[in-house]
């Protein structure tokens, strides 16, 4: 708890654990990412969006694959659904492209794409449609910095401290670097929750940055 800024609870933990265990996280007085990707047509991610504002959350994951409409309902959702909690509304981002894929995995999709051409034009619809910001790869924070502006908010997965393995994360960087690039939020999983000290790894990752 003393070093890290959010928990972020995504599918493993909200399926296994649902609303009552992301209550009880909440309960730790720590803000919530909740990281759940909503993607469907737009009156069913309106609707989730605002039952995700009954929890207490502080940020919110859509796709932005997901279109115009479908994210534009998502943030009217969570504007409407605060005013009447009488409450902040969360800040929703929208995930580009995923950090585990790269150009092979954006063909085999169909998109041709270079990935950092497909952020930036995701980004931008994201932005144009009312989001706060977007999930991207470290690789991309530059790019949407300079798209987008310096208030749209990256939050940043794909960071790995010096010599930790990269898993399936295929575009990486260091927290360090990646805070160096401009990114607002970074969200540090494996090489904390599979460390055999977790609040040392995360003290150490803190330390890093400082």
Do not use: Y
């Not at 708890?1 to 972020?8: F, L, N, Q, R, S």
């Not at 047509?41 to 859509?62: D, E, K, Q």
């Not at 995930?95 to 063909?107: A, N, R």
């Not at 300079?146 to 990269?166: L, Q």
């Amino acid at each position: 708890e003393p070093h890290i800024g959010a928990v972020k609870l995504g599918l493993e933990f909200f399926t296994a654990n649902g609303v009552n265990g992301v209550n009880e996280i909440a309960a730790t007085n720590l803000p919530i990412f909740l990281d759940l990707k909503f993607h469907d047509i737009p009156n069913t991610v309106a609707n989730a969006v605002r039952s995700a504002l009954r929890l207490n959350v502080s940020i919110l994951t859509i796709h932005t694959l997901g279109g115009a409409d479908m994210m534009r309902a998502a943030a009217d959702a969570a504007k409407d659904e605060a005013a009447k909690l009488d409450k902040n509304p969360p800040i929703i981002v929208g995930v580009t492209i995923l950090t585990s894929m790269d150009e092979s995995d954006l063909k085999q999709i169909g998109i041709n794409d270079a990935v950092q051409d497909q952020v930036k034009k995701l980004a931008l619809l994201a932005q144009k449609s009312g989001l706060d910001g977007i999930v991207c790869s470290p690789k991309e924070i530059v790019l949407v910095k300079e798209t987008c502006g310096k208030d749209f908010v990256t939050i940043v997965p794909g960071i790995r401290p010096a010599g930790s393995d990269s898993g399936d994360q295929k575009r990486i960087m260091t927290p360090a670097e990646a805070i160096e690039q401009g990114a607002d939020f970074l969200v540090i999983g494996r090489p904390i929750t599979q460390s055999d000290d977790p609040a040392d790894a995360a003290k150490s990752i803190a330390a890093s940055l400082n």
